[in-house]
């Protein structure tokens, strides 16, 4: 029971400060935090199931969630019809001729023993495969590339409802994860770490420069929103309507009718950013509380309990007849796709794709902070690391700023040292992560919530 | 005639550069493959703590500026490491006494340490941002070429140039040396025995009465030369940014576990492995096979292995290679 009321507090706490920002700064910011937080939550989610369930270190989380970005651009954005005249049969062909290398590799591994012979054989079907890759593809992306290249330049996307992305991503990031699992998964604890990490910047360098693919560097803006856009809103006559009654009392207390309309109409504009952002925030705790369900549901399942087994004791639960190799394949498989679907999320709520703003401080190391600080091995935990430390993050720069104040108000405003201070505020949130982590680690290392097993 | 020039033309964009680019490489590799073998964790600070180390190298070339002293032909950051040195063997001693010990003191697992280093490496980042900025800086003073390719044309007389930074030159000649003293110490010198005993086996060198204190704490102290000087050099040849310098810490990985982490001759080389194989395979090779092929079986493509947006991507490529077929790195490290 106290462990519960633990958990309804920590959360109180944390909506608590939203609300605080929301009346402090405004709604539409405390809004976008609490958006954040979510998806933020999901990406934990991710992260949780592997490194609180199984023990896994995936630092590759940027590559995940840039893959279901890439998702959301591939479903959203409708096909560029002459970029696929113009090259897209040599790109199917490549599609075969990859699955072909694939299937090849297969069988030699297959058929022939372990030999120096076999893995020429390996290296002569891969660089055969990709001189012809090259001759095939090459013509066809420069003339792909050609096509209008301001706006388009690339093959485009199915042009279906953005939401779908959400499951295309998951299925993007585990088919990734489950490679890098066959190849790297059998390494020491921090040696996948570093494998994963170097494996998620060339799925950054893939997805920055092939830009028939996903415009690379130039982006990808304007996508398809799932909720109702702003303009729209400002148009439609319930949402006047619903502004209206909203703020009945302050508007009946003007009587200049000219005054009162333009203040609606201001209070319309205002409304209708914050009625996007609830719809956001809607959608994505909707996606929260089936992931949390889900995930809540398996870590007490048999199979949870196998996973814990095979995290606390490998070689036991090896000898009990459990497959380690193949359980911790899926666990890393499952919890990929969950990043995945959080990259979507992301670039859904942006509505834009960027690929030069994947960097592993934001995307990996960030999201390793709030799983260690919420508590890794309890879901409750991880989905609070997340609101906890982007919250941290976000208002990282209005609490230095307070601090600096607060210490430098001794000396005078021209002071060179409280001038330079307050030009590096943004870079406090990195000590403020830096300190919170290495704090909790000493003092609570199994996180603000921590892991709680049940007793059966 | 033309086969000079091709060679020539090699030498110039490919070899000079890899071996300086490598041994800066190097340099970071063998550190971060010393704490891996003496302090069993994976150090993710490693790109930071150059960083930290080159910060504080440029800010004391800017004081000596300052003061007008040069070293005439030479960079004033040569005079400046020495000093950078010190500040940052007492920042990695500090930090070691703060967060590291306790945690090597109840024997936490080393994924655990890894960790805690990735909370260093936050802080670390934040201190060298708040002290010096994020932006691009320049701190190389003295003569820029030793060659240039002008001059190298008249003397020799070919189509081809070849340029040689003094910068270049330097990073080999102090990379030479820092080196030769740091395996002379390892392999000759009692602390430098005790050291490679600890990490062979922990037990038995306790055992046999190794200080495990001294080891960590010269272990610590040899990380913090190699990070300055490394950073320092690499600073001076390209440019200091301390997001350049973060994202130097993955090739420096994949230097110290193609090497085969944990042994520092391997680390070594591994640095080289990764600079030539990422200069080699993004080469455009088109004005070489001119030189060196008669003139209708010229090529008219790059003949570009891979774009140079990739030069990231080859040394990674290379680590998974390793890691499927010689998990334990080239050069046998330890077998992870």
Redesign the interface.
Known sequence: MKQNLNVIAAYSIMLGLIILVGFLQSWSIALSILCFCLISAVMTMGANIQWGYAGL?NFGIMGYTALGGLAAVLVSVPPVKEAWQAGGLNMILCVFLIILMVFSIRLILKKYKKSDKR?YGIAFVIIVGLILLRLISEPAIESIEAVNPATTGFLGGMGLPILFSWIVGAFFAGALAYVIGK??LG?????L???T???S??VI??I??EDWLSRGVKNVIGLKRPVPYEIDLQGKEWFIDLVARFNHGSLSLINNALEKEQILKQLVIESSTVFVKLCFAGLFSIVVIILLIITQKALYSPWGRMMRAIRDNEEAANAMGKNVVKQHLLIFVLGSAIVGIAGAMMVTYDGLFTPGSYRP?RYT?LI??MV?VGGSGNNFGAILGGFAVWFLWIEAAPIALFLINFFTSSLEETNALRIH?I??IP?????M???G??II??YR?KGILPEKIKNI | MDFLNALVLLLNYIFVPALSYGSQLALGAIFVSLIYGILR??YFTAGDLMSFGTMFAILFTWYFQSLGISLGVFPTALIAIPFAIIITILFTLVTDKL?FS?YRLKKS????L???S??????????V??II??FDRRFFDGERFILKANEFKEITGLNEGLSIKSTQAITLIVTIIVVTILFWFLNKTRTGKSMRAYSDNEDLALLSGIDPKKVVMITWVIAAVLATIGGTLYGLDKSFKPFTY?NNM?PI??AA?VGG?GNPFGAFLGGYVIAFSEILLTYAYRKFFVYVFPENLEPDSLIQLL?T??K??V???I??IV???R?SGIFKGKV?
């Open positions: 270190i893995n190849i790297a390494l020491r604890a921090d040696y770490a570093i494998a990490l170097l494996i910047e060339i360098a893939v920055k420069h401080m190391f390793w902070v260690i201070l030009n590096s870079y406090f949130r990195f000590l992560m830096g300190m982590l290495l680690m000493r290392p | 964790f994976a967060v306790y697992p080393p994924v655990m890894a960790m805690v990735i909370g260093t490496m936050f802080v670390t980042q934040a201190i941002r708040i900025g994020p973060f993955l990985f994949a576990i982490i774009s947006d990739y990231f991507a040394s990674f490529s680590l998974v890691l499927l077929f998990p992870l």
